[in-house]
Structures are given as C-alpha cells and as structure tokens.
C-alpha cells in the first residue's frame, strides 16, 4: 500500500506540471511549439523555467493555459496509483517501465484531444523508458523471454494499426500508430491477453464515444476523432485487468 500511495503521489505531482507542455504543445502539424501566451503575448522563459510550472495560468493575463493541472494531477494520481497497486511485486523497473506510460500518457491524451496530435517527442520518451526499464529487468532476471514477447507485441499491435490507418476513409493518423507500438512492449511484457484487450478495449472504449457525440450534434460522420486517449486508457485497463488477476 505505501508504494501504490508514493506512486499516486508522485504521478499526481509530476501530471500537475503538464498544463504548460500540453498548452505549448498543442499546434498544428508542423508548427513550433507556442513561445508564449496567445491571448495576452506574454512570452514563456526560456528552458526548463518555460515548460514546468505547477500554475496552469499565463503570468501576464491569469488565463488558463491548457488544461486544468488539478484534472491532470487527479488523472495522473489515479492511473499511477492503479498501474502500481496491478503490478505489486513486479519489480522496480517493470514497475518504472509501466509508470512512465501512466504519467506521459496524460500530457499525450489532453494534447490529442486539444489538436488531435501526439507529439512525436512524448511518444518517443515514452517508448524509451518502457525499452530500457524492461530490458534491464530482463537482464536482472536472466530471462529474455518476456523482453522478445513485449517487442513482438508492439509489432503486433503497431503493425495492426498501421494496417487501419491506411485503409480507404481511416481516420487514424501515424501518431496512433506509433503510439499502439509503444503501448504494445508492456503489454506484451505481460502476456499475450493483454495485448489482446489492449488492441481491443480502445476501440470499445471509443465507439461509444463517437456514439455519443454524433447523437448529441458535436461530430459528423466524417469529423476526426482523437483515438490516444482511448489508447492509452485502454492499456491501462488491459494492465490492470491481466496482472491484477496474477496476484
């Protein structure tokens, strides 16, 4: 229980800090990230003092610059704190591996529902965390077996949905794709039922959604809808579901 708590508590500490990323990173394809504010032209210090602040207001107008950083906290505690609580006695590093999804997944999903993108970069951390964790609990543990099913599993689930974002009329951009890679490794880590849920619940997760918004006049049949956060819930369910089972 003490580590489900410090891990809530440093997830939620760490995803306080996310508005200012979320609104800065929050452009079109292409486009440079925001140097300031665009309501009041207040411009952002420059390195780390011009991404983390725990304040989500500009220091110029007191508007509010992405999302509310008590949500992003709340998110961040809740998913850390259920991904630690699922994997108790995993280990440090599968533990670490499965954390870093779970704090950078919430910077990634606000920032896809603000400009239905996923920063490359993010995903990219992500991703690296996640390989060296588990390659060095691979190592640890003198067995490569769940290292290779993870790295078949984002194959899996990354050639899946490449195969989705190519079809005629997909909606699905390349930031998904790189994404459900990602997600892939640590739920292959797992096993092959968590890939499985993990390339399924999203899509459950977000038909629903699309449902609700088209009955309610918000989207069309043809509006883009973002499918990172359902990605990126739908993995947490899936890690919540196969490895609390295992206790």
């Known amino acids: 229980m003490t580590a489900v708590l410090v891990s809530a508590l440093l997830g939620g500490l760490a995803c306080a800090l996310a ?4 609104y800065r990173l929050s452009v079109h394809y292409g486009s440079q990230p925001r140097a300031g504010c665009a309501h009041c032209g207040h411009q ?3 390195g780390p003092l011009g991404w983390l602040r ?4 500009c220091p ?8 509310p950083g008590w949500l992003t906290a709340l998110v961040g505690a809740a998913a850390c704190g259920l991904t630690a609580w699922a994997l108790a006695g995993s280990g ?4 670490t591996a499965f954390l870093a999804v779970a704090v950078l997944g919430v910077p990634l999903a606000a920032i896809d529902i603000a400009c239905l993108r996923l920063p490359d970069p993010l995903v ?3 991703g690296s965390v996640v390989l060296v964790s588990l390659a060095g609990a691979a190592l640890v543990a003198g067995d490569v077996g769940p290292l290779l099913r993870g790295l078949a599993g984002a194959a899996v689930l990354g050639g899946l949905h490449l195969v989705l974002a190519v079809l005629p009329g997909a909606q699905l951009g390349f930031g998904d794709v790189k994404l459900a890679a990602v997600l892939g490794l640590p739920l292959g880590w797992l096993g092959w039922s968590a890939v499985l849920l993990g390339g399924i619940l999203p899509h459950l997760i977000n038909g629903p959604v699309a449902l609700g918004l088209l009955l309610a006049g ?4 043809r509006t883009e809808l973002p499918l990172g956060p359902a990605l990126l819930a739908g993995a947490l369910a899936a ?4 490895a609390a089972t295992r206790r």
């Open 19 to 22: 508005p200012r990323p979320v």
């Open 54 to 57: 725990l304040s989500a207001r």
């Open 239 to 242: 890690t919540v579901l196969v």
């Open 124 to 126: 990219a951390a992500a």
């Open 44 to 46: 952002f210090p420059g």
């Open 218 to 221: 918000r989207a069309g049949r």
């Open 60 to 67: 110029g107008c007191r508007l509010r610059l992405g999302p």
């Open 92 to 95: 440090a590093l599968v533990v």
